[in-house]
């Protein structure tokens, strides 16, 4: 049995709420964390995304660290515990994911994995100008997204024509250290999440 637990990069927490928070959502508090997760033999730590809190009276941007960017300057202070970082799809382009996760495999020696995270808070994402799309596209998008980071992760020259994205021979160096790639997280309840999940993730 393994287990993860959750990074502390959202201090002003997942679901904005008039409980008092006590995560300050810091670097120092995060590496602090991974320390300790790291010394007692906690198998991985999972740092979710957020841009903005969902609901209640706090100011719901407090402390709401990148997780690829925390798990960069955690992956140099840490050495056994896996760095999970959760992304959504609409906010970071497949071909960037794919840059800075084999980057961070990289630093990490072979730690790093993505959550992948399909999207359900739709006023969040219209806070900044993204297009919201049904349930049925999110996972189809997901879909493809996995297909598109995996196939950079593993080949040269990588062709994918989809409907959200194309890439014409695409080569990223350098590639991941894990093999074939970085494990991939992901969950849902519906029916075709599930689906998206077993074709495409590890975990």
């Known amino acids: 049995m393994k287990f993860l637990t959750w990074g502390a990069n959202i201090g002003g927490g997942f679901l904005r709420a008039n409980i008092e928070q006590e995560l300050r959502g810091d670097i120092a508090y995060n590496i602090e964390l991974a320390q300790l997760a790291d010394k007692i033999g906690v198998h991985g730590i999972l740092f979710p995304i957020r841009y903005v809190g969902r609901i209640g009276g706090n100011n719901g941007t407090d402390g709401q660290l990148d997780p690829l960017t925390v798990v960069s300057a955690v992956a140099t202070q840490t ?12 906010f970071i382009h497949p071909v960037t994911l794919a840059k800075i996760g084999s980057t961070l495999d990289v630093i ?16 969040e994402q219209e806070k900044f100008g993204i297009d919201w799309i049904d349930h049925r596209d999110r996972y189809r998008r997901s879909d493809e997204y ?5 196939g950079l ?6 062709t ?12 990223l160096n350098p ?3 894990q093999k074939p790639y970085p494990a991939i997280y992901q969950g849902g309840n519906s029916a075709q999440s599930q689906q998206v999940a077993a074709k495409n993730s590890d975990v």
Not at 79 to 90: D, K, N, T
Not at 160 to 171: E, K, P, V, W
């Open 79 to 90: 050495s056994r515990v896996s760095l999970l970082a959760a992304v959504l799809p609409s």
């Open 108 to 123: 990490s020696s072979g730690r790093f994995h993505i959550n992948l995270v399909s999207g359900w808070f739709k006023a």
């Open 146 to 150: 996995l297909q598109v980071v995996k």
């Open 153 to 158: 992760w593993t080949q040269d020259d990588f």
């Open 160 to 171: 994918f024509n989809g409907d959200f994205y194309n890439i014409q021979g695409g080569t």
């Open 175 to 177: 590639k991941p250290v």
